[in-house]
């Protein structure tokens, strides 16, 4: 009788233990303040753990507060968090692994990284689409298919989304579609990286 009483407490800890361990992370908020206004965003850790954990680490070193969005396409999307007004390029983390196959899609509103032609080449770049960018989604694993990771979305302010969307633009040095007016990234704020919901 004790063993099975024994086996019994055990397999009701194991019950109440298991929903803790399945947990999924919880999103992170930020706060982007642009020199246009606020962006809100909601990252999801739990689709795209390796390229959230990326941009809060470029967020907390601060290397987003003073780059600006250097390109900017109506109808498509809006890209920034790697150069400064003068189009230099500002030095990065190392590049992190594509997870443009977590099934999130590059619609209005959904932010993701911006890269060169190799799908694992993202660092600090990203762009929030304007648009249902369907090429730019994962079809498959090769070179042309692996598609943009989409990590998180806007909650509020996809209004100053559009406005800078809707800027004028032009050239600046190789560099096409260059808002004329520089529109700055002045801090990106981790609100709340859901570690306390996780907790509670």
Do not use: C
Request: aromatic fraction near 6%; hydrophobic fraction near 40%.
């Amino acid at each position: 009788m004790k063993r099975l009483a024994t086996l019994i407490a055990l397999a009701s800890s194991l019950v109440l233990v298991q929903p803790v361990l399945a947990a999924k992370p919880a999103p992170v908020n930020v706060d982007m303040h642009t020199s246009m206004g606020t962006i809100s965003l909601e990252l999801y850790p739990d689709k795209a753990p390796i390229t959230v954990n990326n941009f809060v680490r470029n967020a907390n070193a601060k290397k987003f507060d003073g780059t600006v969005f250097h390109r900017v396409i109506k109808g498509f999307m809006i890209q920034g968090g790697g150069m400064t007004a003068d189009m230099k390029e500002q030095p990065t983390f190392e590049p992190i692994t594509n997870e443009a196959n977590n099934g999130l899609k590059n619609e209005p509103g959904a932010i993701a990284m911006a890269r060169t032609m190799d799908p694992h080449s993202a660092a600090s770049q990203f762009f929030i689409n304007t648009a249902n960018n369907v090429s730019l989604n994962h079809r498959d694993m090769s070179m042309r298919g692996w598609g943009y990771a989409v990590f998180g979305k806007v909650t509020k302010g996809m209004d100053v989304v559009k406005k800078i969307e809707s800027v004028q633009t032009g050239t600046h040095g190789m560099h096409g579609d260059v808002p004329l007016m520089p529109i700055t990234i002045k801090k990106v704020v981790i609100v709340d990286t859901g570690k306390k919901k996780n907790q509670e």
